[in-house]
């Protein structure tokens, strides 16, 4: 098994297959599991300048796809969760701020610790699929442009070798 991990982690290792990497952890990092994809989007882009923007796209596309996964799961978890019918005032709350607010309440899935579980809530909540995949697309793009900016120009002393 320690073989099998090894091997994995030598096929995954930046930059020989950067994008790809970037790629799958983007995505395992947008659905619950506790996993932060900006180290490994920051590392390629430090290794390879001129990787920027492919980097952004595809980091952008990976945390998109693992938002519409989380979505379709807190989806199904609904369906399950409905059948007990007794909720907690704070958790009627925030039902019913994401009801008022709706697929625009996605932008915000790029926060930590509480984005990738907005995700499963608002499949939980049946909002509209492609709305709530588009706005989270807008705020994980945008997280990604702003995270690595700052660190390669706002602080670029801090991340040299």
Same mark, same amino acid.
């Given at each position: 098994m320690q073989a099998?991990?090894?091997? *994995?982690?030598?096929?995954?290792?930046?930059?020989? @297959? =950067? #994008?790809?990497?970037?790629?799958?952890?983007?995505?395992?990092? $947008?659905?619950? *599991?506790?996993?932060?994809?900006?180290?490994?989007? @920051? =590392? #390629?882009?430090?290794?390879?300048?001129?990787?920027?923007?492919? $980097?952004?796209?595809?980091?952008?596309?990976?945390?998109?796809?693992g938002g519409a996964i989380t979505w379709w799961m807190g989806y199904g978890a609904e369906r399950v969760y409905e059948t007990v019918k007794h909720r907690k005032p704070v958790e009627a709350k925030a039902l019913a701020w994401l009801h008022r607010f709706g697929a625009k309440a996605c932008l915000l899935s790029w926060l930590p610790v509480v984005g990738d579980p907005l995700c499963a809530v608002a499949g939980w909540l049946r909002l509209p699929f492609w709305p709530c995949v588009g706005y989270m697309a807008v705020g994980k793009f945008a997280r990604y442009v702003t995270m690595t900016a700052l660190l390669l120009w706002v602080f670029p002393g801090r991340f040299t070798p």
């Open positions: 099998w991990i090894e091997s *994995l982690l030598v096929a995954l290792a930046l930059p020989k @297959f =950067g #994008l790809s990497t970037v790629f799958i952890v983007s995505l395992v990092s $947008a659905t619950l *599991l506790p996993l932060g994809s900006e180290p490994a989007v @920051f =590392g #390629l882009i430090k290794l390879n300048p001129d990787m920027y923007w492919p $980097a952004i796209l595809v980091a952008t596309a990976g945390n998109t796809i």
